[in-house]
Protein backbone atom coordinates (compact mmCIF):
# COMPACT_ATOMS: atom_id res chain seq x y z
CA UNK A 1 0.00 0.00 0.00
CA UNK A 2 0.67 3.64 -0.20
CA UNK A 3 1.17 4.08 3.60
CA UNK A 4 1.33 2.20 7.09
CA UNK A 5 -1.88 0.90 7.23
CA UNK A 6 -3.51 0.06 11.09
CA UNK A 7 -6.86 -1.20 11.86
CA UNK A 8 -8.83 -0.85 13.96
CA UNK A 9 -8.21 3.18 14.53
CA UNK A 10 -10.14 3.01 17.71
CA UNK A 11 -11.13 0.36 20.30
CA UNK A 12 -12.93 0.56 23.37
CA UNK A 13 -12.67 -2.80 25.44
CA UNK A 14 -13.57 -4.26 28.82
CA UNK A 15 -11.20 -4.65 31.47
CA UNK A 16 -10.10 -8.32 30.90
CA UNK A 17 -10.66 -8.88 27.49
CA UNK A 18 -8.46 -9.62 24.54
CA UNK A 19 -7.73 -7.52 21.92
CA UNK A 20 -5.84 -7.80 18.41
CA UNK A 21 -4.02 -4.61 16.75
CA UNK A 22 -3.07 -5.13 12.98
CA UNK A 23 -0.91 -3.52 10.89
CA UNK A 24 -0.20 -3.66 7.25
CA UNK A 25 3.42 -2.21 6.34
CA UNK A 26 4.46 -0.38 3.68
CA UNK A 27 4.83 -3.11 0.40
CA UNK A 28 8.68 -4.18 0.52
CA UNK A 29 9.39 -2.96 3.98
CA UNK A 30 11.22 -5.27 6.08
CA UNK A 31 11.96 -4.06 9.24
CA UNK A 32 8.49 -3.23 11.55
CA UNK A 33 8.07 -1.45 14.40
CA UNK A 34 5.46 -1.32 17.16
CA UNK A 35 5.27 1.51 19.92
CA UNK A 36 3.00 2.72 22.46
CA UNK A 37 2.25 6.32 23.31
CA UNK A 38 0.59 7.13 26.06
CA UNK A 39 -1.52 10.74 26.25
CA UNK A 40 1.34 13.80 26.24
CA UNK A 41 4.06 10.69 26.59
CA UNK A 42 7.05 9.77 24.51
CA UNK A 43 7.26 6.45 22.15
CA UNK A 44 7.59 3.26 24.22
CA UNK A 45 9.15 0.54 22.28
CA UNK A 46 7.10 -2.42 21.86
CA UNK A 47 8.73 -5.03 19.52
CA UNK A 48 10.90 -5.17 16.42
CA UNK A 49 10.96 -7.50 13.54
CA UNK A 50 14.07 -7.27 11.06
CA UNK A 51 13.73 -10.09 8.11
CA UNK A 52 13.80 -12.95 8.67
CA UNK A 53 15.69 -12.59 12.03
CA UNK A 54 14.36 -13.35 15.73
CA UNK A 55 12.28 -10.62 16.76
CA UNK A 56 13.88 -7.86 19.48
CA UNK A 57 10.60 -8.46 21.87
CA UNK A 58 12.71 -6.76 24.59
CA UNK A 59 10.13 -3.82 24.96
CA UNK A 60 6.85 -5.88 25.65
CA UNK A 61 5.99 -4.68 29.42
CA UNK A 62 4.13 -8.10 30.39
CA UNK A 63 3.39 -11.89 29.13
CA UNK A 64 -0.05 -10.66 28.01
CA UNK A 65 1.53 -8.99 25.25
CA UNK A 66 2.57 -10.91 22.42
CA UNK A 67 3.02 -10.31 18.32
CA UNK A 68 3.89 -11.85 15.22
CA UNK A 69 4.50 -10.97 11.81
CA UNK A 70 3.19 -13.60 8.83
CA UNK A 71 4.91 -13.48 5.73
CA UNK A 72 6.96 -10.90 6.67
CA UNK A 73 4.19 -8.12 5.80
CA UNK A 74 1.29 -8.08 8.48
CA UNK A 75 1.89 -7.62 11.94
CA UNK A 76 -0.18 -8.20 14.63
CA UNK A 77 -0.22 -7.05 18.37
CA UNK A 78 -2.35 -9.28 20.26
CA UNK A 79 -2.56 -8.26 24.45
CA UNK A 80 -4.41 -10.14 26.43
CA UNK A 81 -6.73 -9.89 29.76
CA UNK A 82 -6.24 -6.22 29.21
CA UNK A 83 -5.47 -3.84 31.97
CA UNK A 84 -7.18 0.01 32.18
CA UNK A 85 -3.20 0.91 32.00
CA UNK A 86 -3.21 -0.59 28.37
CA UNK A 87 -5.01 2.11 27.15
CA UNK A 88 -2.82 4.25 24.77
CA UNK A 89 -2.02 4.56 21.14
CA UNK A 90 -0.22 1.83 19.76
CA UNK A 91 1.47 3.02 16.61
CA UNK A 92 3.13 0.84 13.64
CA UNK A 93 5.89 1.74 11.62
CA UNK A 94 8.19 -0.14 9.11
CA UNK A 95 11.21 1.24 6.87
CA UNK A 96 12.97 -0.69 4.12
CA UNK A 97 15.45 -2.77 6.09
CA UNK A 98 18.40 -0.81 7.21
CA UNK A 99 16.79 2.32 5.64
CA UNK A 100 17.46 5.74 8.04
CA UNK A 101 13.32 6.49 8.10
CA UNK A 102 10.55 4.74 9.33
CA UNK A 103 7.36 5.54 8.43
CA UNK A 104 4.59 5.33 10.79
CA UNK A 105 0.69 4.62 10.79
CA UNK A 106 -2.34 6.71 11.94
CA UNK A 107 -1.88 4.43 15.29
CA UNK A 108 -4.57 2.25 17.25
CA UNK A 109 -6.29 4.10 19.71
CA UNK A 110 -7.20 1.62 22.29
CA UNK A 111 -9.06 2.72 25.63
CA UNK A 112 -9.92 -0.02 28.08
CA UNK A 113 -13.08 0.47 30.47
CA UNK B 1 20.03 -0.51 25.20
CA UNK B 2 19.82 2.59 24.46
CA UNK B 3 18.65 6.15 26.38
CA UNK B 4 18.15 9.84 25.18
CA UNK B 5 17.53 12.71 27.09
CA UNK B 6 16.03 16.02 25.64
CA UNK B 7 13.66 19.29 27.35
CA UNK B 8 10.38 18.37 27.82
CA UNK B 9 9.22 21.63 26.59
CA UNK B 10 10.06 24.78 25.14
CA UNK B 11 8.44 27.95 24.24
CA UNK B 12 9.35 30.86 21.62
CA UNK B 13 7.45 33.75 19.55
CA UNK B 14 7.01 33.20 16.00
CA UNK B 15 9.84 34.15 13.73
CA UNK B 16 12.34 32.98 16.64
CA UNK B 17 14.98 30.47 16.13
CA UNK B 18 15.18 27.22 18.81
CA UNK B 19 17.45 24.60 19.36
CA UNK B 20 16.64 21.05 21.13
CA UNK B 21 19.27 19.40 22.83
CA UNK B 22 19.68 15.59 22.58
CA UNK B 23 22.32 13.25 24.23
CA UNK B 24 22.15 9.89 23.70
CA UNK B 25 23.69 6.66 24.94
CA UNK B 26 23.90 3.13 23.08
CA UNK B 27 26.13 0.28 22.44
CA UNK B 28 26.96 0.65 19.24
CA UNK B 29 26.00 3.91 16.88
CA UNK B 30 24.45 4.17 13.54
CA UNK B 31 22.73 7.34 13.25
CA UNK B 32 20.42 10.17 15.05
CA UNK B 33 17.32 11.07 13.56
CA UNK B 34 14.49 13.59 14.19
CA UNK B 35 10.37 13.26 14.02
CA UNK B 36 8.07 15.76 14.74
CA UNK B 37 4.43 14.64 15.61
CA UNK B 38 1.46 17.14 16.02
CA UNK B 39 -1.18 16.86 18.59
CA UNK B 40 -3.66 13.42 17.26
CA UNK B 41 -1.11 12.84 14.72
CA UNK B 42 1.57 10.19 14.06
CA UNK B 43 5.23 11.38 13.92
CA UNK B 44 7.03 12.12 10.72
CA UNK B 45 10.17 12.07 9.96
CA UNK B 46 12.52 15.33 9.90
CA UNK B 47 16.09 14.48 9.46
CA UNK B 48 19.09 12.05 9.98
CA UNK B 49 22.73 12.19 10.90
CA UNK B 50 25.44 9.30 10.48
CA UNK B 51 28.36 11.58 10.33
CA UNK B 52 29.30 14.72 12.39
CA UNK B 53 28.26 17.91 11.37
CA UNK B 54 25.21 20.08 10.35
CA UNK B 55 22.94 18.95 7.98
CA UNK B 56 20.23 21.59 6.86
CA UNK B 57 16.73 21.01 5.26
CA UNK B 58 15.19 24.46 4.71
CA UNK B 59 14.07 26.29 8.20
CA UNK B 60 15.36 22.87 10.21
CA UNK B 61 18.69 21.74 10.38
CA UNK B 62 20.15 18.96 12.51
CA UNK B 63 23.87 18.33 14.20
CA UNK B 64 25.91 15.62 15.05
CA UNK B 65 29.30 15.08 17.03
CA UNK B 66 29.46 11.70 17.76
CA UNK B 67 32.63 12.15 20.37
CA UNK B 68 30.11 13.80 22.39
CA UNK B 69 27.06 11.63 21.73
CA UNK B 70 25.10 14.69 20.83
CA UNK B 71 22.93 15.77 18.31
CA UNK B 72 20.16 19.08 18.23
CA UNK B 73 17.50 20.42 15.66
CA UNK B 74 17.69 23.56 15.12
CA UNK B 75 14.05 25.33 13.81
CA UNK B 76 14.55 28.51 12.12
CA UNK B 77 12.14 31.59 11.59
CA UNK B 78 9.89 29.81 13.65
CA UNK B 79 5.46 29.46 12.26
CA UNK B 80 2.89 28.52 14.56
CA UNK B 81 2.66 25.20 12.43
CA UNK B 82 5.91 24.48 14.14
CA UNK B 83 4.15 23.42 17.32
CA UNK B 84 4.34 20.26 17.67
CA UNK B 85 6.31 17.68 19.39
CA UNK B 86 10.13 16.42 18.66
CA UNK B 87 11.73 13.32 19.05
CA UNK B 88 15.32 12.80 18.80
CA UNK B 89 15.77 8.69 18.13
CA UNK B 90 18.91 6.43 17.90
CA UNK B 91 19.90 3.83 15.77
CA UNK B 92 21.99 1.45 17.87
CA UNK B 93 22.87 -1.71 19.36
CA UNK B 94 23.17 -4.72 17.96
CA UNK B 95 19.92 -4.95 15.89
CA UNK B 96 19.78 -1.11 14.32
CA UNK B 97 16.48 -0.75 16.39
CA UNK B 98 15.26 2.92 16.57
CA UNK B 99 14.90 4.06 20.01
CA UNK B 100 13.37 7.22 21.18
CA UNK B 101 13.87 10.38 23.74
CA UNK B 102 11.10 11.69 25.15
CA UNK B 103 10.28 14.59 23.20
CA UNK B 104 10.20 17.79 23.38
CA UNK B 105 7.09 19.91 22.95
CA UNK B 106 7.52 23.11 21.23
CA UNK B 107 4.96 25.74 21.64
CA UNK B 108 5.11 29.02 19.13
CA UNK B 109 3.75 32.25 20.42
CA UNK B 110 2.31 34.71 18.20
Known amino acids: GAGVSQSPSNKVTEKGKDVELRCDPISGHTALYWYRQSLGQGLEFLIY????????KSGLPSDRFSAERTGGSVSTLTIQRTQQEDSAVYLC???????????FGEGSWLTVV | GQSLEQPSEVTAVEGAIVQINCTYQTSGFYGLSWYQQHDGGAPTFLSYNALDGLEETGRFSSFLSRSDSYGYLLLQELQMKDSASYFCAVRGGGDYKLSFGAGTTVTVRA
Open chain 1, 93 to 103: ASSSGLGNTIY
Open chain 1, 49 to 56: FQGNSAPD
